[in-house]
């Protein structure tokens, strides 16, 4: 398993048990999974920027920075909860999130392309395709 595709995961499993126990429920179950969602995919956000610099359109790299500076601010205010609510942090870091991955579609035709999986290894980890049809997996 690649860094690419583990950090995915354990973020999308955090990101399921948080949608499936609520605050009411268990605050415990429901904030680790929270802070895992948030932790994965903040570092997940920071390593693609990094290595896909040069890859990147320009406005793909100003949302990439902006997004991934708001995920760890709020990844940070929900780890303090000393500005009220953690929740209004779950929603502005999830949004970011959803952003970051959003800003993919400023790269269509033009250094990259966006797919879902990777043919060569058949993993469900998104992977960018240069124009000559190359795969470029930045996590491995």
Known sequence: MNAGT???SAG????AICACVS???DNTVHSVAAFLFFLFFTIHMAIVTSLAWGLLSKGSRVIKIITTITALICLILFILKKHGNGAWFEWIGTI???LFNASYALDYGKDLAFVL???HRGSAYSSMRSVDGSFF????
């Not at 999308?12 to 990101?15: E, N, R, V």
């Not at 997996?137 to 491995?140: A, G, I, K, R, V």
């Open 6 to 8: 583990f950090l995915c």
């Open 12 to 15: 999308c499993i955090g990101l």
């Open 23 to 25: 605050e009411k429920e």
């Open 96 to 98: 970011a999130i959803l």
């Open 117 to 119: 999986t990777d043919e």
């Open 137 to 140: 997996d930045p996590l491995t």
